[in-house]
């Protein structure tokens, strides 16, 4: 952990973002329910990764590099790719959403999967895989799998 406590010595929380994001995402979630919220988030995530491209990597260490550096310029965290027998793992921390409570929790994930899965399709990941959000150390570290998708297996 000490990974993030340097990460925070560097940034330090940004005690306006709460007061203005979390009443909003409570109210959009109200008006638009969560799968739609979630919609929304997803969409936002993707046009968020499509507007900081990565280029092919040799590797998911020269991925991550790359992920890293833009998520720096927006203090968004940071990632750590690894792979498993079985899937590509992300691990996303300090993400400023995943601090909000259970729907600052939700929307992180649905921003953050999406955007990965544009991330990892610019590094010429097949298009029969996706991202998906999986047990999280909440608030801590949000977790992602790449898994073959149900409609399209590779």
């Known amino acids: 952990m000490n990974h993030l406590l340097d990460y925070f010595g560097r940034k330090g929380p940004g005690v306006q973002w709460p007061v203005f994001v979390m009443p909003l995402l409570q109210e959009m979630e109200r008006e638009l329910g ?13 046009h968020m990764a499509a507007s900081h491209p990565v280029t092919t990597a040799g590797s998911l260490d020269e991925l991550q590099t790359q992920i890293n550096a833009h998520l720096e310029t927006m203090h968004w965290g940071y ?3 690894g792979e498993s027998d079985t899937s590509i793992n992300i691990h996303h921390y300090a993400s400023p959403l995943a601090f909000l409570a259970e729907v600052g929790k939700n929307a992180s994930a649905a921003y953050l999967e999406s955007a990965y899965q544009v991330w990892l399709g610019q590094a010429g990941m097949p298009s029969g895989l996706r991202v998906i959000s999986g047990e999280h150390q909440y608030p801590v570290c949000q977790n ?11």
Do not use: K, Q, Y
């Not at 992602?144 to 590779?154: G, K, W």
């Open 79 to 81: 990632c750590r790719l």
């Open 144 to 154: 992602f799998r790449v898994i073959a998708s149900p409609d399209r297996p590779e």
């Open 34 to 46: 969560r799968d739609r919220l979630r919609n929304v988030l997803r969409t936002s995530g993707s």
